[in-house]
């Protein structure tokens, strides 16, 4: 799918380089991290991010920070400070209890080790889970394009939710790529995902680099879009599923979601189940990160001279406020695409769910 992922193992397998995405798409870099504080930095000023990314760095991040301090005081001082990174995409704790679970039973000479065993598997997991929701939504899109009898079917997606927010494939953009690969023909509507832009530079980069052909939009077109008859069907991620299949997700799927609805277009979420949060009943218990109103009030990018910059918009002065995620009820949701096949959005599906796991 792609020679690219966005986390690999460093040479020694006892540590990770990552795709530094704050530079994307203007420049590809790989930055290694090789202390606690270089993963806690990169996850909250998002040089990694998307849910399944966050969790599998962090569970590299606790490992390395066993290797200085492999006590139960120290194992639990690193995970908060992980916890404390981004507080959305439940990935993170999922991750970092997995590596509890595996590492506290044992004594403190073993606990490095088991951790680092422990963020590969996971690792390998999420490549194999975003594959097999590739393959479902790939069938989904496959009977779409023959129901309406279309040359090209017109996928929208929000954010980024492609291999930069995983390891491999992604998630909305699996069921894309292995559509592509399969010689299904796909158009991707990108919208540009305000503030942080990661429909126009990291979506578009990516659908650009696989030969997918797409468009970048403003957000605020994408109703419209819709209204026009111009898309087959709405595929966005996911950073925390409540129990009642409410979805949280990157700020504007909201507003996606009831145009969709609105306009009897599908809306998919594509998610592997470490996205489900069984605690939270419904979207409301979900915590929404609020970022800071910089990002809000400027843009960066480069310039004509290449230069890279960040500017400001408009005047001084104005207050900004910037929610990074917001929740598209269940009823808006046609279905949720994960690694187990296609579930109804609701209690009644996630119920099944739960008990098949
Ligand atoms: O703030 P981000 O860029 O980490 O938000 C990412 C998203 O909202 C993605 O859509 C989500 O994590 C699903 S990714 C597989």
Redesign the pocket.
Known sequence: MTDLCSLRLNSHRSGVDIID?TLLPHRLEWLGLDSLEAYCESIST?RV??????GITAAFGLATALLSDSTTGGFHSAKEALLAT?P??V?LQWALETVASHVLPLEDSKRAAAAFECARFLREQDIDS?SRIGEFGRSILQDLLLDRGAEQLQVMT?????WL??IEW???LAPIYKAHEAGIPVHVWVSE?RP?N?GAF?TAWELQRAGVPYTVVADNSCGHLMQQGMVDCVI????RTAANGDVC???G?YLKALSAKANSIPFYT???TS?IDWCCNTGADIPI?V?DSGELLSISGMDEAETFRRVRLGGTGSRGHNP??DITPAELVTGLITELGLIEAGSAGLSRLRSSL
């Open positions: 995405q998002m991010r998307g849910a399944p990314l966050i981004r959305t995409a990935n975003c929000h954010c980024n939710a492609g927010a995983t992604g998630t909305a995902t942080r990661q990291l966005v991620g996911s950073d997700n990157k700020i799927t594509a998610l592997p996205t990160e970022r990074a995620f």
